[in-house]
């Protein structure tokens, strides 16, 4: 952990203690919190950070996406509302400094195609040597499972053996994002695909106490960044192309894991207008399944259709930037 440096450290470890004590989670207010003390560490004149265009300056400076901008400067607020009240400070200098205005996100998506494609090339780097199978076999799966059921990337990760209920053919997620539990049906051929897994892992390991259900060398635990070179690989040899783009006041997003997430809920109602149903009816089904608290979260899929009308909407944007 990182420590502050500035001379105002002990007063942000001390309203870090505060926010603990509180019950709130310190885990994503440091890092803000960081970044602006090593911003004060190169400015020699401490009486600058109660003047509010030091904060323009601050805001400007800092080289984020707005969003993330926005949290720092929102970190920073909370900070001396802090100070004012223990401090007995009169003003907070960025009580009138405004957010950035944010950019819209338009993610990447993959065709239904691309998805076969991007699991193919997957499958066939499986090992078949004892040593590597069932790490190569869990690395698959765990992109299988982004892929079929639109699970962020820790979701897989993290499950335990009890977690996997092949009877029912169901995976009970604990405590995600939202902090919220959530028990899904999983395609068969998944469930298939995993009870294999599970067969082979019982033969090839005798002393199996390893409690998470995909496994990497030496048994241990598979991490994230494992599965995001397996994935940007793949992706690289099915020849995708699609770097992230700024345009105007739009992000284009380039291929990430989290895109077979956004390919899931995109295709899922694309194929639901295909059936003739209502995408308003499907959300709130698939809200569930994917683990949303709010449905605000699943309707920013319905901005992308399809993966065909993105890359038009890209060519569009990208026209219309040139004419200008």
């Known amino acids: 952990m990182k420590p502050f440096k500035s001379f105002l450290s002990r007063e942000l470890e001390a309203f870090i203690s505060y926010r603990e004590g509180l019950g709130y989670s310190v885990k994503h207010i440091r890092y803000p919190l960081l970044v602006f003390d090593q911003y004060v560490c190169r400015h020699s004149d401490p009486s600058m950070i109660w003047q509010p265009h030091f ?17 720092i400067l929102y970190a920073v607020r909370c900070f001396f509302e802090y100070l004012k009240r223990t401090q007995h400070h009169l003003n907070n200098p960025l009580k009138d400094i405004p957010c950035l205005p944010l950019r819209a996100f338009i ?61 029912e053919k169901t995976i009970y997620i604990e405590k995600t994002k939202f902090k919220k539990d959530r028990l899904i049906p999983i395609p068969i051929s998944v469930a298939e695909q995993v009870d294999n897994y599970l067969s082979s892992r019982s033969v090839l390991i005798g002393n199996d106490i390893n409690p998470y259900l995909f496994i990497g060398r030496a048994q241990n635990r598979l991490g994230d960044q494992r599965i995001r070179y397996i994935f940007h690989d793949a992706v690289s040899q099915i020849g995708i192309n699609s770097p992230r783009k700024i345009i105007g006041d739009t992000v284009f997003g380039k291929p990430t894991p989290h895109s077979l997430r956004h390919a899931f809920a995109v295709n899922t109602l694309r194929a639901a207008i295909v059936r003739k149903q209502s995408p308003q009816n499907v959300l709130p089904v698939l809200a569930a399944y994917m683990g949303h608290v709010e449905y605000r979260h699943t309707m920013k899929y319905l901005r992308v259709v399809d993966a065909e009308s993105r890359v038009s909407l890209l060519n569009f944007a990208g026209t219309q930037r040139d004419e200008i």
């Open 55 to 71: 904060y323009l300056k601050f805001r400007n400076e800092i080289k984020f996406e707005p969003s993330t901008v926005n949290t």
């Open 107 to 167: 993610p990447f998506v993959f065709s239904p195609q691309q998805v076969e494609q991007l699991l193919d090339v997957i499958c066939c780097r499986i090992r078949h040597k004892q040593r590597v199978f069932l790490k190569d076999l869990s690395e698959y799966l765990v992109i299988l499972l982004l892929a079929r059921c639109g699970l962020r990337i820790n979701e897989p990760l993290r499950l335990k053996m009890k977690d996997y209920r092949p009877d």
